[in-house]
């Protein structure tokens, strides 16, 4: 019975240890990633245009879309 207890405080301890790790922990107070609202429109505009042509109709013709469209305004894809 004594093996037991210990296999149980064992993953008792891992599982706190996982959950003190999770990535929840690692984002910062202000909430992340903060972008310009141009790159967000960029961003938005590009994915509209490039959703037009899905990859399993289009193939490539969606990423070259995103990626002319990105260019078109000055942002890195």
């Known amino acids: 019975m004594i093996n037991f207890k210990k296999g149980l405080a064992a993953l008792a301890v891992i599982v706190a240890v996982g959950a003190a790790a ?3 922990y690692a984002q910062s107070q202000d909430g ?3 972008i310009s609202a141009q790159r967000a429109q960029a961003l938005h505009t590009c ?5 037009r ?8 013709q969606e990423l070259y879309t995103y990626r002319a469209c990105m260019a ?4 890195p894809e």
């Open 22 to 24: 999770s990535p929840s």
């Open 32 to 34: 992340g990633v903060r």
């Open 47 to 51: 994915n509209v245009r490039a959703a």
């Open 53 to 60: 042509y899905p990859q399993y109709l289009w193939g490539n």
């Open 72 to 75: 078109e305004h000055g942002q």
